[in-house]
Structure formats: C-alpha cells, structure tokens
C-alpha cells in the first residue's frame, strides 16, 4: 500500500533553517510528483510546491521563493523539503502529498515550532 | 494563478442534516478538482476526486458535483464524525495547485 512517512516534530529558533523528509514506499517513488502543503495555526491549507523525483524539476509558490528548497533522494525513495530564515508565522504541520493529478496520498504531518 | 472561493466558510448542523458546500473558481478548471476532508491531528483525506467521483472507502453520503467554475460538495444525512474542515483544491494547469480557503463543520 502506498505509504508517505515524514520526519518528527521540530523546534527551531528564529532565522534557523528546517529540513523535513517524506519517505515513500508501496509505489515507484520516480513516478509521481511530490507536493508540499503547509497548515499554519489557524489558517487553512496553503500550497508551498512541487518536485518531480525523476528529472529533480521543481517550482516553488512565489511567498516561498528564495527561501524554500525541494530535494529528492531517489536511492532511498525520500523527498525533503527545507525552509530556511524561519519566522514565528511559519510555526505549522507541513504536509508531503503524492500528486496523481491531485493529491491522493499524504504525509502524516510533520510540525515545525519556531520560537526563541 | 486560478483562485478559490469556498463558501461558507463555517457551518452549523445538527445529526441527519443535509450540509451543501460550494467552491467557486476565478476561471474554469474543467473536472479538475477534488474535496478533501481535514480532522485535527490527522492528514487530510480526500473524499471526491475529479468534481464528482468517490474515492474508493468514502461512505455514499458525500457526492460532488459541478464543473467549469462552479462546484458543491453534499453531505447527506450527516454523521458524527463528519464534523471536521472541509477543502476543495483545483489542479487544473498544474502547477500550481490552489486550495480553496476551508469550510468547518460545526455541532449545533
């Protein structure tokens, strides 16, 4: 079965940097492009980009430009996803979605805490 | 970039009502969008998938409709574990993918 099993909570301080993993397993990891979505406390579901896992292509959404980089190792089918220059606002559950046309698996979350 | 109005944005309901959700679409998307349903402390699930199709598992209760720039999620006879934040995304020109803003499904 198709499983996306991201790395544990964090604690960071502000200006720091986070890298979160998601680790795919039960499908050919190359084949399907992987989204990030964000939830920041209180506020709805935000898209932060894409990568494709076979060609490395990516694209990032324009409030995350210059600070968010999407990575993928393909030898042990794992996408990261690092956010770096960290605010109190980026305090949220980060979510990796398999993308099928939509996003039909999803990463059981991963919350970041920014907070000096 | 397409933009996603959800509507309402929080609900009341009781038990056994019918709950109606709409999404509207700053240009058309075609079929392409999807419903997904959002619990605290859990990933988001997804219910409909291509505006009107029922992902494999999802009780009958929940149907999609609509297409182009106009979209409704249904919940018929609402359950006690349906209470939880409902959102559309559309996918059409991905990337990129566009969310709409939630709706809360809220015990009266």
């Known amino acids: 079965q198709v499983q996306l099993v991201q790395s544990g909570a964090e604690v960071k301080k502000p200006g720091a940097s986070v890298k979160v993993s998601c680790k795919a397993s039960?499908?050919?990891?190359?084949?399907?492009?992987i989204n990030w979505v964000r939830q920041a406390t209180g506020q709805g579901l935000e898209w932060m980009g894409w990568m494709n896992p076979n060609s490395g292509n990516r694209g990032y959404a324009q409030k995350f430009q210059g600070r968010v980089t999407m990575t993928r190792d393909t030898s042990i089918s794992t996408a990261y996803m690092e956010l770096s220059s960290l605010r109190s606002e980026d305090t949220a559950v980060y979510y990796c979605?398999?993308?099928?046309?939509?996003?039909?698996?999803w990463g059981q979350g991963t919350l970041v805490t920014v907070s000096s | 970039d397409i933009q996603m109005t959800q509507s309402p944005s929080s609900l009341s309901a009781s038990v056994g009502d019918r709950v109606t959700i709409t999404c509207r679409a700053s240009?058309?998307?075609?079929?392409?969008l999807a419903w997904y349903q959002h619990k605290p402390g859990k990933a988001p699930e997804r219910l409909i998938y291509?505006?009107?199709s029922l992902q494999s598992g999802v009780p009958s209760r929940f149907s999609g409709s609509g297409s182009g720039t106009e979209f409704t999620l249904t919940i018929n006879s609402l359950q006690p574990e349906d209470f939880a934040t409902y959102y559309c995304?559309?996918?059409?020109?991905?990337?990129?993918?566009?969310f709409g803003g939630g709706t809360k499904v809220e015990i009266k």
């Open positions: 240009q058309g998307v075609r079929n392409e």
């Open positions: 995304l559309q996918h059409h020109n991905y990337p990129p993918l566009t």
């Open positions: 039960g499908y050919t990891f190359t084949s399907y492009d």
């Open positions: 291509a505006a009107s």
């Open positions: 979605a398999r993308t099928n046309g939509d996003l039909d698996y």
